[in-house]
């Protein structure tokens, strides 16, 4: 059973645009999300996180979004630039226990 | 400081044969987890660590694969008579308890 999902394995978006990458999670005892960034042939490092008691976190230009009630988090990536194509992972947590890692998107910046 | 290092970067072996998979975390991290990533796929958690406790082995595929992390440091993942679906990048992080995880370049095991 999934604890956290990336239901899109992929995403391509145009240079300069927003890039939104979403991920559910169904445990609610998760207080804790992060985002991590992989290039291939590298291990993932990490990106943002937010707590649960906070509805965003904004680093730069990755802000992520939390709703708790909804059970979603988002990564939202503006301006895009061709450096941001790589797989994202989102990653969840109840601080007292192993972080769970979702199965990542790749996103791809259009030239 | 160093950050997570792991070895070796690639290895090739045959069906059947055993592999070990290093692993060196950061220095003073309690937390160490193995992760694998197969073809296509996302992080497959197979075991965490966390100081002198108990390792968390529910993700260990099978029970050819095994892990040990002595002295609350280097940490060895262990596959026994290896299969072509263990073919995978075996990922090393570390992390101050449940805090940000420092991943390793990872480990590419080819099993013929």
């Known amino acids: 059973d999934q604890q956290v999902k990336q239901n899109s394995p992929s995403l391509s978006v145009q240079e300069g645009r927003i890039s939104i990458l979403n991920c559910d999670y169904t445990n609610s005892m998760f207080d804790y999300f992060l985002w991590y960034k992989k290039y291939p042939a590298e291990g993932p490092t990490f990106l943002i996180s937010?707590?649960?008691?906070?509805d965003k976190n904004e680093d730069g230009r990755f802000t992520v979004f939390l709703n708790k009630s909804a059970k979603h988090l988002s990564l939202h990536i503006v301006p895009s630039q061709p450096g941001d194509s790589a797989v994202y992972f989102c990653?969840?947590?109840?601080?007292?226990?192993?972080?769970?890692f979702g199965k990542g998107t790749r996103l791809h910046i259009l030239p | 400081g160093a950050g997570v290092s792991q070895s070796p970067s690639n290895k090739v072996t045959e069906k059947g044969k055993d592999v070990e998979l290093r692993c060196d975390p950061i220095s003073g991290h309690t937390a160490l987890y193995w992760y694998r990533q197969s073809l296509g796929q996302g992080l497959e958690f197979l075991i965490y660590f966390q100081g002198n406790s108990a390792p968390d082995k529910s993700g260990l595929p099978s029970d050819r694969f095994s892990a040990e992390r002595t002295g609350g440091s280097v940490s060895t993942l262990t596959i026994q008579r290896t299969q072509q679906e263990d073919s995978a990048v075996y990922l090393c992080?570390?992390?101050?308890?449940?805090?940000?995880?420092?991943f390793g370049p990872g480990t590419r095991l080819t099993v013929l």
């Open positions: 937010i707590s649960s008691i906070k």
């Open positions: 992080a570390s992390s101050l308890g449940w805090d940000t995880q420092y």
């Open positions: 990653a969840a947590s109840d601080r007292d226990d192993k972080i769970i």
